[in-house]
């Protein structure tokens, strides 16, 4: 069990990111909106960031058997299992697809996406 508060933001986000790449369940406990603390289990499918800048992970929860947000930063301990995947995503479930390359088209890419009438930057 690795806990939150004893690493940085970026190695948890590392370690999320190695979970969803290797299709890993992972249980985290998590403080949700009403400050109440939850253990799930989750199969991470997407990890993106919102028109605020605020980075989110969009997960099948084992408990709900429905896909959920959950914010990282609330996130208190987390372990990364070695069974896969259990669940599908919903179908309507739009994943984030692209892949930057350099770091020019990754901003390219989030400007677009959260200003999708302004012209595109040169990647």
Do not use: W
């Amino acid at each position: 069990m690795k806990h939150t508060a004893r690493q940085s933001s970026t190695r948890t986000l590392a370690n999320l990111i190695r979970a969803m790449d290797g299709k890993r369940a992972v249980t985290i406990t998590y403080i949700n909106g009403d400050r109440e603390e939850s253990v799930r289990t989750i199969e991470i499918h997407d990890i993106r960031t919102t028109s605020k800048g605020r980075i989110i992970v969009r997960a099948m929860c084992r408990m709900r058997g429905e896909m959920r947000t959950f914010h990282p930063e609330q996130i208190v301990t987390y372990t990364i299992h070695r069974m896969g995947f259990a669940l599908d995503a919903p179908a309507d479930e739009i994943p984030f697809t692209h892949m930057a390359k350099t770091p020019a088209r990754l901003i390219s890419l989030e400007m677009n996406r959260d200003y999708p009438d302004r012209v595109a930057l040169a990647a």
